[in-house]
């Protein structure tokens, strides 16, 4: 299948003008690129926020935004959060988001995909992307046909689907944060309210289940929702009452935004530990969650285990790995990792009397000026 030729790129380095430009409209990156192919109906912005320590790295996000200035941003945020995600994980990535402009729920077509692959092609190993929220392995795979600079499709025996992995890291950051704030040694008995019940947040449910934890869990899919309460005795609750259940843990697992200003000043958990991106609806709320003394576990710090997965995929896929790396094991103890470098940050941040989200992004920002140093 050939690619029409997309109409011509757009490459933005400054920031959309406009007084109510959408949360992160503000966030400086490398590279922003804009296209649209009139044949496919494709519609996409590629978002480099670093490649200080290597390519950008992240995935695809395929959603129905309001406009495009609202995707533009998403995708300024999410880049900018792969920088501090990949940097804290030690894998050598920049920081990098891609978003495909949907106008309804239905996948892609195999034309678009098609299409974006050979755009990724143009970007010539600047940004390389995986699965995010609309995007699955099927579209990887669809894409690695097309496109070295794809990981996430399992084509070569390692890596795939990376929420499994996603999940299991956010688990073992979420037992620590217990652990740490509530001196719990298990989650026998510790109340879980799980935002979102897709890929990832039916792979933690399993985990928390797993460990004994009692999940109350919500959804707009009542399908997914039935099947939890199912399977681990889950008690479900509307998705607009999720956020106000009484419980130790709170665990966003859907779109970010969600620990905003009102949350923070009235949640009533101790702990908030999940896997979406972005969960703050700024920085601010943590110094609210800190004064009432409510942890937060900073997400780019929880929900490193897909990308480390995937950049694992990747780099077995360039051959940038000897025998030694060459499996799983390299992916594991990274995201083993996740505990010891969350509580690293808990710890600064006890110390400091700062955040733990601006500890953690001084942690992250730290690796990338040494790096820009070293490379000097």
Not at 28 to 56: M, W, Y
Not at 290 to 300: E, I, K, N
């Amino acid at each position: 299948m050939q690619v029409e030729q997309p109409m011509p790129l757009t490459t933005a380095q400054q920031d959309p003008t406009g007084t109510e430009a959408p949360s992160g409209s503000e966030i400086e990156c490398e590279e922003l690129v804009v296209r649209r192919c009139q044949r496919t109906g494709l519609h996409a912005a590629v978002a480099i926020h670093s490649t200080t320590l290597g390519p950008a790295a992240g995935g695809c996000r395929r959603w129905v935004y309001a406009d495009e200035d609202a995707g533009l941003a998403d995708a300024r945020r999410l880049a900018e959060g792969m920088s501090y995600k990949n940097a804290l994980a030690g894998i050598p990535f920049g920081g990098g988001k891609s978003v495909i402009f949907a106008t309804d729920k239905r996948p892609p077509t195999e034309a678009q995909l098609v299409t974006f692959a050979g755009w990724l092609n143009d970007l010539q190993g600047r940004y390389i992307t995986a699965e995010d929220v609309g995007m699955g392995v099927a579209e990887m795979r669809i894409m690695a046909a097309h496109t070295p600079y794809v990981s996430g499709s399992g084509l070569h025996g390692v890596g795939g689907d990376p929420s499994p992995k996603t999940a299991y890291g956010v688990f073992l950051g979420l037992k620590s944060a217990v652990q740490s704030h509530l001196g719990r040694e298990h989650l026998y008995g510790v109340k879980v309210a799980v935002q979102g019940l897709g890929a990832v947040g039916l792979s933690l449910c399993h985990w928390l289940a797993r460990a004994g934890a009692e999940l109350v869990v919500a959804d707009l899919d009542a399908t997914r929702v039935g099947h939890v309460v199912k399977k681990y005795g889950a008690q479900a609750v509307d998705v607009a009452a999720i956020t106000s259940v009484a419980a130790d843990v709170f665990a966003p697992c859907a779109m970010g935004g969600v620990v905003d200003q009102a949350f923070a000043e009235s949640t009533q958990v101790r702990v908030v530990a999940g896997a979406a991106n972005n969960q703050l609806s700024s920085d601010a709320v943590a110094d609210i969650l800190q004064a009432r003394g409510v942890l937060y576990a900073p997400d780019f710090v929880l929900n490193a285990g897909g990308v480390i997965s995937v950049a694992h995929e990747y780099m077995l896929k360039r051959q940038q790995f000897d025998a030694e790396h060459n499996s799983e094991l390299w992916v594991s103890e990274r995201i083993e990792g996740i505990r010891e470098r969350l509580l690293h940050v808990i710890r600064q941040a006890q110390q400091s009397g700062e955040s733990t989200q601006k500890v953690a992004k001084d942690m992250a920002l730290a690796r990338l000026a040494e790096e820009s140093r070293v490379a000097a």
